[in-house]
């Protein structure tokens, strides 16, 4: 006998006809042997119990196929055989030798287990006449849910695949006026399937709308709602001319004219109120909005105080988007820009008075200038405070000026040259006629020259002797309180005395003079002096003036001769 034999089985019931069933049945080689001598006998006792089990098992693998057979649809004629095959017993199918080689190249191991059960199991008793239609169609069932990739296996994968692809929106799209796709914005977790959908997305209004989105796949296809969410975050932009304007001191200032636009991004330009509105426009969702966007200009700006103010601009959109910006205003000090500037820096030492205000020039004539004094008789460095006033602003500038004494004392004389002749009276300050400084006035007469100036004083420097012949040159020297110093030269000529006329002695003068008095001497008849022969200056006497007497000293001086003062004669 073959590993693989058809065993004809028949079965006798005492109340029912005789059915023949053929079954094809997997035979192991090793028993052959008990198969030949196999006898018809009862089942044991559990073996209703185990076909009962197996029943159930199978039915509820029957009903399981039948739920996802009617859930996917994959194909009307699958569905049929699952219904015709859901009529009958499901482990006559399973017996099919074809779904076993199915069941074998997918589980090897469970098939040949199952195979064994089954082989082993006495299911004669369970066959009922029509069955084998059932047998027949419950195996084209099974077949037709493993092989056919349309309407079997494959279509039921592929199908549970598209029930699970997931689509999504961003948590918002942003307000703008710009028509928007929704398959735009639409995320699908499978790229195959083809999203699609009739509704579109108003951007420009804000708040929740509901979409309806289409999604198919080959033949299936599914509709879902999406809520999609419009937002505008964008807030307003304030544009200014300047970041800090400078207004002059009671100026007229419009703080609206430092403000360029205001706008919204998707609006356009924003109303300019006085005030803040304190009431809302429509509610849209779970935000308050208000009718129209605004902004409010405030921010106090006094150009009668000089100062820092700033001005602030508070704007919003109509979607309640706030935004705040701000610049300074800088009210000038009324005398900035105003200039006090010195003519001069040196002044001369006077003893008149000086008014310092005619000694600056200002830039501004409405502004009042004040000042302190300003003495022309100290010499040095002096400070004058200038106080400048315009409305509420004060100003001081400080001028320093230096005082100099560049004048020094006014010297006259009578005469800058005398001549005297030897032995006459000389008194050069006779020759002074004033001594003064222009500011101290006359300077005090001194025999000579003080180690400090004190008030100024006068004196005469050099030496002469109006006893000898010779030209000499004196200097008035004079200097003021200050220590400026004049000279002036004054010249002495000192002439020698001439020698009187001399008369023939007569004989009785000769006779009286004793002749021990009588003695020698040279006259100069030029300078008119008489020397001892030893004197220095004789050999300094031309031979045309030298004249050598022997004579009394009384009578030479009669005679106009004066004695010479070296040597004494």
């Known amino acids: 006998m073959s590993q693989n034999q058809s065993v004809q089985l028949d079965s006798q019931a005492t109340d029912e006809s005789a059915t023949q069933v053929l079954l094809d049945v997997?035979?192991?080689?090793?028993?052959?042997?008990?198969l030949q001598s196999l006898e018809p006998q009862a089942p044991e006792t559990d073996e209703p119990q185990q076909s009962f089990l197996r029943l159930v098992g199978f039915w509820v693998v029957t009903l399981y196929l039948l739920y996802q057979a009617i859930?996917?649809?994959?194909?009307?004629?699958?569905?049929?055989l699952l219904v015709a095959a859901a009529l009958v017993c499901p482990a006559d199918a399973v017996r099919n030798l074809g779904f076993m080689r199915r069941l074998h190249d997918v589980l090897p191991g469970l098939s040949q287990t199952l195979s064994?059960?089954?082989?082993r199991t006495p299911v004669a008793s369970h066959i009922t006449p029509g069955t084998t239609l059932g047998t027949i169609a419950s195996t084209l069932a099974v077949l037709g849910l493993l092989t056919t990739p349309t309407g079997g296996q494959l279509a039921l994968r592929t199908y549970l695949d598209f029930q699970d692809?997931?689509?999504?929106?961003?948590?918002?799209?942003?307000?703008?006026?710009?028509?928007?796709?929704?398959?735009?914005?639409?995320?699908?977790?499978?790229?195959?399937?083809?999203?699609?959908?009739?509704?579109?997305?108003?951007?420009?209004?804000?708040?929740?709308?509901?979409?309806?989105?289409?999604?198919?796949?080959?033949?299936?296809?599914?509709?879902?709602?999406?809520?999609?969410?419009?937002?505008?975050?964008?807030?307003?932009?304030?544009?200014?001319?300047?970041?800090?304007?400078?207004?002059g001191w009671r100026d007229k200032f419009d703080p609206l004219k430092n403000v360029v636009s205001v706008t919204d991004p998707v609006d356009g330009v924003l109303q300019n109120v006085d005030e803040q509105p304190d009431t809302r426009g429509s509610a849209v969702g779970l935000e308050q909005f208000y009718d129209e966007g605004w902004y409010v200009v405030s921010g106090e700006v006094d150009t009668e105080t000089p100062g820092k103010y700033t001005v602030t601009i508070d704007a919003s959109d109509q979607h309640g988007n706030e935004v705040e910006s701000s610049y300074d205003v800088l009210v000038l000090d009324p005398l900035a820009g105003v200039e006090l500037?010195?003519?001069?820096?040196?002044?001369?030492?006077?003893?008149?008075?000086?008014?310092?205000?005619?000694?600056?020039?200002?830039?501004?004539?409405?502004?009042?200038?004040?000042?302190?004094?300003l003495d022309l008789r100290t010499v040095g460095t002096q400070t004058v405070v200038y106080t400048l006033e315009k409305g509420p602003s004060t100003r001081d500038k400080i001028v320093t000026f230096e005082v100099r004494d560049t004048k020094g004392p006014e010297i006259a004389l009578t005469q800058s040259e005398v001549t005297i002749t030897e032995g006459d009276a000389f008194d050069p300050y006779a020759c002074v006629s004033s001594v003064s400084d222009?500011?101290?006035?006359?300077?005090?007469?001194?025999?000579?020259?003080?180690?400090?100036?004190?008030?100024?004083?006068?004196?005469?420097?050099?030496?002469?002797?109006?006893?000898?012949?010779?030209?000499?040159?004196?200097?008035?020297?004079?200097?003021?309180?200050?220590?400026?110093?004049?000279?002036?030269?004054?010249?002495?000529?000192?002439?020698?005395?001439?020698?009187?006329?001399?008369?023939?002695?007569?004989?009785?003068?000769v006779q009286t003079r004793s002749a021990d008095t009588a003695k020698d001497y040279v006259l100069n008849t030029n300078t008119m002096k008489f020397h001892r022969p030893t004197c220095r200056y004789v050999e300094?006497?031309?031979?045309?003036?030298?004249?050598?007497?022997?004579?009394?000293?009384?009578?030479?001086i009669d005679s106009g001769y004066a004695p010479c003062k070296v040597c004494k004669p």
């Open 165 to 247: 692809v997931q689509v999504s929106v961003p948590d918002f799209i942003e307000y703008s006026q710009d028509p928007i796709a929704l398959t735009d914005v639409i995320t699908c977790s499978n790229p195959e399937v083809s999203v699609a959908s009739s509704d579109g997305v108003v951007a420009s209004a804000v708040g929740v709308q509901e979409v309806l989105v289409d999604l198919s796949e080959g033949a299936y296809h599914r509709s879902e709602n999406l809520a999609v969410t419009v937002q505008d975050t964008q807030p307003p932009t304030v544009k200014l001319q300047m970041k800090q304007v400078s207004v």
């Open 71 to 80: 859930l996917n649809v994959p194909s009307i004629s699958s569905l049929a």
């Open 438 to 509: 222009p500011v101290d006035g006359a300077l005090a007469r001194v025999d000579a020259e003080p180690t400090e100036a004190g008030d100024g004083w006068y004196t005469i420097t050099g030496t002469y002797d109006v006893n000898k012949e010779g030209v000499y040159f004196l200097q008035v020297v004079a200097c003021d309180r200050n220590g400026n110093r004049e000279t002036t030269g004054l010249r002495l000529e000192v002439n020698e005395a001439p020698l009187p006329v001399q008369s023939e002695p007569t004989a009785e003068s």
């Open 116 to 119: 064994g059960q089954l082989s």
């Open 26 to 34: 997997t035979i192991d080689p090793d028993a052959s042997s008990e």
């Open 341 to 373: 500037e010195a003519t001069t820096s040196v002044l001369e030492y006077s003893n008149k008075s000086v008014d310092p205000l005619t000694l600056v020039t200002c830039n501004d004539p409405e502004t009042v200038i004040t000042c302190t004094a």
């Open 540 to 556: 300094t006497i031309y031979d045309h003036n030298r004249r050598d007497v022997h004579m009394d000293r009384q009578e030479v």
